[in-house]
């Protein structure tokens, strides 16, 4: 069976990957940052989901680690969190609504982003779009002026709703609808990517109890056809 994985060469400075439920996103993500050999950062939404990702119960790396042998897991350090194996730092992990506390930070050591769950379907009680602007700004700095590559971010879903503040902010919304009516499963420029990737996984999930009994739900058509099934695509503008 073919799982989901991320290609290097459609990395960009801002990559969404939305697809659907346990097709491999999230673990090829964390084996394409740790062939980088470079620091990266874990980001969530709310300082609840990044707590509970120090929990044995909920370390983002558990099945990861176990497949490889490995032994990487999350250790708090102030206010955010550092993302060690054996006494080694291979990165940072921050929430995305706590981070304007750590705008005046140095993370010119960090060269990639993984934003894990980064469409909520109930609202959040900030401005994810204005934060994560502010972020980037702050992680990125003027590496490009130095002459040097932007910072990569690599932002992962499942198809929760088209309404994210992320996706309207940088004009997505629109091309994901066109994506979707055409059959396009990547579109990229210089600057972004977007990627609504199948997979074989989801065809063979179809025949497990949980999607038997949900066949035809809207809950199936999202986690398995990679459908916005509780948006309307009917004039749909950026």
Same mark, same amino acid.
């Given at each position: 069976m073919?799982?989901?994985n991320i290609?290097?060469?459609?990395?960009r400075?801002?990559?969404?990957?939305?697809?659907?439920?346990? /097709?491999?996103? !999230?673990? !090829?993500a964390?084996?394409f940052?740790?062939?980088?050999?470079?620091?990266?950062?874990?980001?969530r939404?709310?300082?609840?989901q990044l707590?509970?990702?120090?929990?044995?119960f909920?370390?983002p *790396?558990? &099945?990861w680690?176990?497949?490889?042998? &490995?032994? #990487?897991?999350?250790?708090?350090?102030g206010?955010h969190?550092?993302i060690q194996?054996?006494g080694?730092?291979?990165?940072?992990?921050?929430a995305?609504?706590?981070f304007?506390?750590l705008?005046?930070? %140095?993370?010119?050591?960090? =060269?990639?982003?993984? *934003? =894990?769950?980064?469409?909520?379907?109930? &609202?959040?009680r *900030? %401005?994810?779009?204005?934060a994560?602007s502010?972020?980037y700004?702050?992680?990125?700095r003027?590496?490009?002026?130095?002459?040097? @590559? @932007?910072l990569?971010?690599?932002?992962?879903s499942n198809?929760?709703?088209? %309404?994210?503040? #992320?996706?309207?902010?940088?004009g997505? #919304?629109s +091309? /994901?609808?066109?994506?979707?009516?055409?059959g396009?499963r990547?579109?990229?420029?210089?600057?972004?990517c977007i990627?609504? @990737?199948?997979?074989?996984? !989801?065809e063979?999930?179809?025949?497990t109890?949980?999607?038997?009994?949900?066949a035809?739900?809207?809950?199936?058509k999202?986690?398995?056809? $990679?459908?916005f099934? $509780? %948006? !309307? *695509?009917?004039?749909?503008g +950026?």
């Amino acid at each position: 069976m073919k799982w989901y994985n991320i290609r290097a060469e459609n990395i960009r400075p801002v990559t969404v990957i939305i697809g659907g439920r346990g /097709i491999g996103k !999230s673990y !090829s993500a964390l084996t394409f940052l740790d062939e980088q050999k470079k620091k990266y950062i874990y980001l969530r939404n709310t300082d609840v989901q990044l707590k509970e990702c120090l929990t044995d119960f909920g370390n983002p *790396f558990k &099945r990861w680690n176990y497949d490889h042998g &490995r032994n #990487i897991e999350l250790r708090t350090e102030g206010k955010h969190c550092l993302i060690q194996e054996d006494g080694e730092t291979l990165g940072y992990a921050v929430a995305l609504s706590t981070f304007k506390n750590l705008r005046s930070v %140095d993370l010119s050591d960090v =060269e990639y982003v993984l *934003f =894990e769950e980064f469409i909520e379907k109930d &609202r959040l009680r *900030f %401005d994810q779009f204005s934060a994560f602007s502010h972020f980037y700004e702050t992680v990125n700095r003027n590496r490009e002026l130095l002459g040097e @590559p @932007p910072l990569k971010c690599i932002l992962l879903s499942n198809a929760q709703k088209l %309404d994210n503040p #992320i996706l309207a902010g940088y004009g997505f #919304i629109s +091309k /994901i609808e066109q994506m979707m009516k055409n059959g396009r499963r990547i579109e990229k420029t210089k600057e972004y990517c977007i990627e609504l @990737p199948q997979s074989e996984v !989801s065809e063979a999930k179809r025949d497990t109890a949980l999607y038997k009994l949900t066949a035809g739900s809207r809950y199936a058509k999202e986690a398995l056809d $990679n459908e916005f099934a $509780n %948006d !309307s *695509f009917f004039g749909i503008g +950026k």
